[in-house]
Nanobody
């Protein structure tokens, strides 16, 4: 049974930082793609970033490039999203998701949509406000 648990959300002032964690368990494959998505009230869920276990390639939404960094720690089965220079528009529920499969060069293509992901965490709230 695949399980994803996000943590690290909270309330932060504009310009501040947070690090989200996505702890995974129950995986039997070494090949997968982990994505971070977010959903603000009244808006559709949008992709924020993703990272491939096949080649560690990464991709980011234009709105977070240069501010967010995705990384993974194989030993801990955890993927992180370091978020710096946070803005009020970054507010939302952040979800991690996983799709099993070999993805290469995700930095060279459009990020996979949410429909491609088969496993989702419960989400963690991020609120950026002064």
């Amino acid at each position: 049974q695949v399980q994803l648990v996000e943590s690290g959300g909270g309330l932060v002032q504009p310009g501040g930082s947070l690090r989200l964690s996505c702890a995974a368990s129950g995986f039997t494959s070494d090949y997968y793609l982990v994505g971070w998505f977010r959903q603000a009230p009244g808006k559709e869920r949008e992709g924020v970033s993703c990272i491939s276990s096949s080649d560690d390639s990464t991709n980011y939404a234009d709105s977070v490039k240069g501010r967010f960094t995705i990384s993974r720690d194989n030993a801990k089965n955890t993927v992180y999203l370091q978020m710096n220079s946070l803005k009020p528009e970054d507010t939302g529920i952040y979800y991690c998701a996983v799709v099993v499969g070999a993805y290469f060069g995700v930095d060279m293509a459009t990020m996979p949509g949410s429909y491609e992901y088969g496993y989702w965490g419960q989400g963690t709230q991020v609120t950026v406000t002064s």
